[in-house]
């Protein structure tokens, strides 16, 4: 059977070997293995598209009724004709190879990502479960993870022996998923596709190209227009990261089941991070269909899916090779990716299932024979299977390949062969070899089960010898590896020679290199092997095992004399009781390390007692695991600790004009905005300047650029956000180098008034340009904050006798307390505009779920001033209960119900209600930095009404610097929104001593992204600094006048 628009093969085996690329391509290629490298690996076969199908390379469509393009069999990459000669993205059975050096990804949870594509089958992620890397722009679908590559970008990569000076970091490309207004760099024109994986982007610089344009680009990357902001990873140290912590916990084998648990967490919640919604409901019957036939992979991993025609390369490059270049004939059978779990007994969900239905460019399902598929022993006991598709007459060596090409693999088919799997009880497997069509057939009818079960194996009449791969490392080598032939009775000693000789090191000497032996199975792991170990006789056990954890293993030449740089890891732990002395700070963690056996840390401090939180060291990296598997079971006073891995800034490593970014995000804010705010700042920046306020509050991330002489600090959140990392900033400021970094604001809130004063605007919204912001944020001027303490003093003898207690934890309650002290920075009310507020306030905690958007949150505000309008209000004829002096001198108050005291000009989401500053000659313009107070009257609910609409203003009553109100009742109060009931008794305003410093947007037009590199000019420097100090100046001028 052959697929339609392709020549037909030739009927023998030596027709079929002597055949060129006009069998593949439909044009004569020659395919020896020093021409096949220029089509990156590709199984290229004409087909008929019976939808609008777009090149992957040129990005334009493929026109025609019949015939209209290429795609691979392997990697479904789909391309002109004429683009043929030109594809540079590689196939996924080449990609791997192309990474020198790997680093794994960190997973998310399984959710459902909306217009994405999965860089490993190319197809659309969207209603299908699936999966993104944290650290890079890296998605793929859950069943596709078998197939990714270790190329993620290494953010903390710190050594205190590299020679910084001339350092040169190279552009870090991934393919697709660009966002939708990226440009060109070389010919300036449009390169995002929403219809295929496309065109390619820097992870460092986000320089954007076509795929047929980037390698005309210099190779050098200058981190972008924002690297003033951006931490580099030679700046960074971090030995011990979260991810490795968390992966840690996921169980391996049949019990691997937390990975399901996620996705019906997914699910069943709203999918995730990428949804904008609840999950599709595609996604909840794949799950249901999940649950009801049991298929799953033991280890949790993969779910059955949609059709995988083909998949990207296994994770990881091949070590043994044979035949290379010779491609794969090309085949009729479907290739699929499916797995199993726990028996053998569910064929109808398989047959059923999505990805034997057809392709996704609406071909039919084609007849023939399901099989499942497993790739040696150990996959068999894990009951991880694949499902392949073949035409029922199918001869072994078209099995033989299409078992290939569902597992990636890259070799000459001769040298495999399969057998079929019989179960004969517990998990011992029988094998019987198939040599023919007719064994194939017949395998249904003497299987008992549904599905019948085959193993790749490889051929052993060769195994006492073979090749493998050995990399340079660190060295410096002309040639990035080598292929080594070896035999079982080789040992690594004489590999170490052999290497250095091929590598052109005759003269270094063999005892002062090791061979380090790296498998990359889900995870990048090292092993530094024995001298006299044998790697070939461990490699046939493993490929017995597994051919794909044989072929994930590489061998790397590390010198003796270059250690690996060693960091200490640094243990945040958080949520101790509060206050308590050094020495209980530190008894407290080593007990519990005691009590778990672990290996005692190197150091602990510095200790924040006011926070209840220290910093714990530790030299041994595994014992830091240890002992942080240890702390996470331990409930201390009925509260779990919070743990968690921080960075380490190395500040020498900075150039000159660095002024690092540090990013809170309060994923809580406004809407639930700040999740997808995270993800997209941990792309644009090193993901390592991100810290979640979840997790630890902002002191983790004020204490890891505490050595810093400057930084800036970005706050996703509301206004409550600013004061909640401006507080933490007082506490710990004096004992950090930079005690008062500029802030910006990314607004996230209700209200946002302090965002908008700043120019910040009134809302962050999802179409919004996160780059273009981070530009802004690095052009920014500085300016003051006039920052004010209140004072709540209560009147003791109005207290009553029977009740010692406030109405609020925040009131004083008793005649020994100090008066409560808190610090303001918007703006504090009394009266009406406090009771609204508080009844917001206990909205929102009897049922926080439902304050989830800006618009339902303004929507509660109306409702209760609708009710305050109809009913009469405690804070009726409110100026007989006060008495208010400004500056030491009496204020008369006319007839109102509120007073209102502003730092700021806006107030309730963008009112201003102190009004243009020529409205009287008696009262000057409302400014952040004039260290004066502005205090107005309230006259009711529609006296609010109207000055949000932007129809009237407030009574203005005085402008001072030190205020006093005296209450004779128990009123409603807010500082910077956050009300409560206060008793009756005096309040006081005076200016602090706390000044922050802030960052205002620049009037100056941004211009938009720019995608192209910059041009850097080492004569020329930032203004910032001066323009700073100049406005500095010029505040306190002002304040002195």
Request: proline letters at 4%; charged letters at 25%; a neutral charge.
């Amino acid at each position: 059977m052959a697929k339609e628009g392709t020549l037909q093969m030739g009927p023998t085996r030596e027709m079929r070997e002597q055949s060129t690329a006009t069998s593949l391509f439909g044009h004569q290629v020659d395919l020896g293995p020093e021409k096949a490298s220029e089509f990156h690996g590709h199984t290229f076969y004409r087909k008929s598209f019976h939808k609008p199908t777009f090149c992957h390379h040129c990005t334009d469509m493929l026109w025609g009724f019949i015939n209209q393009g290429f795609i691979c069999e392997i990697c479904n990459f789909v391309s002109h004709e004429r683009c043929l000669d030109y594809v540079v993205s590689p196939c996924s059975s080449l990609a791997g190879e192309r990474v020198k050096h790997p680093f794994g990804h960190t997973w998310s949870e399984p959710q459902i990502l909306k217009k994405k594509f999965c860089n490993v089958c190319r197809r659309k992620v969207d209603d299908i479960t699936s999966v993104r890397c944290e650290m890079c722009e890296y998605y793929c679908h859950v069943h596709c993870l078998d197939f990714v590559v270790s190329n993620c970008i290494q953010y903390a990569d710190y050594d205190e022996k590299r020679e910084l000076e001339g350092l040169n970091p190279l552009h870090q490309w991934r393919e697709g998923n660009l966002p939708t207004n990226s440009k060109c760099a070389v010919c300036k024109k449009t390169c995002a596709s929403t219809e295929c994986l496309t065109s390619q982007k820097c992870e460092w610089c986000w320089t954007t190209a076509h795929t047929y344009c980037y390698r005309s680009l210099p190779k050098d990357c200058n981190l972008g227009p924002i690297r003033d902001i951006l931490i580099a990873p030679w700046v960074l140290s971090l030995p011990v990261t979260n991810a490795m912590v968390r992966q840690a916990d996921i169980p391996t084998g049949t019990d691997g089941m937390k990975f399901m648990n996620a996705l019906e967490r997914s699910t069943k919640s709203g999918g995730g991070v990428h949804q904008g919604g609840g999950a599709s409901a595609a996604a909840a019957r794949m799950y249901h269909r999940f649950l009801s036939t049991g298929l799953g992979n033991g280890t949790g991993e993969h779910f059955e899916q949609e059709k995988l025609l083909s998949a990207e390369d296994d994770a990881h490059p091949r070590l043994i090779k044979r035949n290379r270049h010779k491609p794969l004939r090309r085949t009729s059978s479907a290739v699929s990716s499916v797995t199993t779990k726990n028996n053998f007994r569910h064929s109808a969900s398989a047959a059923d299932s999505p990805e034997l239905k057809g392709k996704d460019d609406g071909e039919e399902k084609q007849d023939g024979l399901i099989m499942k598929l497993y790739d040696g022993s150990s996959s068999v006991q894990r009951r991880s299977s694949h499902t392949i598709n073949v035409p029922k007459d199918a001869s072994a060596s078209l099995v033989v390949e299409t078992a290939m090409k569902a597992l990636h693999i890259s070799d000459n088919p001769a040298l495999y062969y399969i057998a079929e799997a019989i179960e004969t009880g517990g998990s011992l497997v029988k094998e019987k070899r198939l040599v023919d069509s007719a064994q194939i057939a017949g395998i249904y009818k003497t299987c008992k089960e549904p599905i019948p079960s085959i193993i790749l194996r490889h051929q052993e009449r060769d195994a006492k010898k073979g090749l493998i791969k050995v990399y340079p490392g660190q060295l410096q080598a002309p040639v990035s590896s080598i292929s080594i032939s070896i035999t079982s009775y080789l040992s690594v000693s004489d590999i170490i020679e052999m290497a250095l000789h091929k590598f052109g090191l005759e003269e270094e000497n063999a005892e002062e290199f090791t061979l380090v032996e790296m498998i990359m199975d889900k995870d990048v792991t090292e092993r530094v092997m024995d001298r006299d170990e044998c790697p070939w006789p461990q490699l046939i056990k493993a490929r017995r095992n597994s051919i794909r954890q044989m072929k994930q293993t590489r061998y790397y030449l590390h010198k003796k004399n270059q250690p690996k740089p060693h960091n200490a890891a640094q243990l945040f732990v958080g949520n101790l009781p509060i206050n308590m002395s050094e020495f209980k700070y530190k008894q407290i963690v080593q007990q519990h390390l005691e009590e778990a056996k672990c290996k005692t840390f190197s150091h602990v401090g510095p200790i924040y007692a006011q926070y209840g939180a220290v910093i714990v060291g530790f030299e041994d990296h595994e014992a830091a695991v240890a002992a942080h598997n240890a702390l996470k079971e331990v409930i201390y006073e009925e509260k779990p600790l919070t743990l968690l891995f921080i960075p380490e800034i190395h500040d020498e490593a900075l150039h000159g004009e660095a002024t690092p970014l540090l990013c809170f995000v309060n994923v809580k804010s406004g809407g639930c905005q700040g999740i997808e705010v995270q993800d997209m700042l941990r792309k644009m920046l090193n993901p390592y300047q991100v810290f979640n306020l979840d997790e630890g509050g902002p002191l983790p991330g004020l204490h890891v650029y505490s050595r810093l002489k400057e930084y800036r600090i970005l706050i996703c959140g509301g206004d409550g956000t600013v004061g909640w990392v401006l507080q933490c900033l007082d506490d710990i400021g004096q004992e950090s180098v930079c005690s008062s970094p500029a802030i910006a604001i990314l607004p996230l809130g209700t209200g946002n008034d302090l965002a908008r004063v700043l120019k910040w605007g009134g809302g962050y919204q999802s179409t919004d340009d996160l780059y273009a912001m981070l530009l802004n944020v690095n052009e920014a001027e500085e300016v003051r904050l006039d920052r004010w303490t209140v004072i709540f003093e209560s009147d003791q003898t109005k207290l009553p006798e029977s009740d010692n207690k406030s109405n609020s934890s925040n009131s004083s309650s008793g005649a020994e307390e100090m008066p409560n002290m808190f610090v303001m920075n918007n703006y504090f009310g009394v009266g009406i505009d406090a009771d609204l507020c508080l009844g917001f306030h206990l909205a929102r905690e009897e049922k926080p779920e439902k304050f989830n958007s800006r618009l339902h949150n303004k929507g509660v505000y109306f409702r209760l001033g609708m009710r305050k309008f109809v009913r009469r209000t405690t804070c009726k004829e409110l100026n007989k209960e006060l008495r208010l002096e400004v500056d030491g001198k009496n204020v008369e108050l006319p007839t109102i119900e509120g007073i209102l005291v502003l730092n700021i000009s806006s107030w309730g989401g963008g009112a201003d209600p102190w009004g243009v500053d020529n409205q009287d000659s008696v009262f000057t313009k409302c400014r952040h930095d004039d260290g004066k107070l502005e205090v107005m009257g309230l006259t009711g609910v529609v006296h609010l009404g109207q000055i949000q609409s932007g129809l009237r203003t407030a009574i203005r009553l005085a402008q001072g610097a030190h205020i006093r109100i005296w209450m004779n009742t128990d009123m409603p109060v807010q500082v910077d929104g956050e009300p409560w009931m206060q008793l009756a008794g005096q309040v006081v305003v005076c200016r602090s001593a706390l000044q922050a410093t802030m960052l205002k947007k620049s009037k100056s037009k941004i211009k938009r992204r720019n995608t192209e590199p910059a041009l850097t000019n080492s004569s020329e420097t930032s203004p910032r600094r001066e323009q700073a100090r100049l406005v500095a100046m010029k505040s306190d001028d002002s304040n002195q006048v």
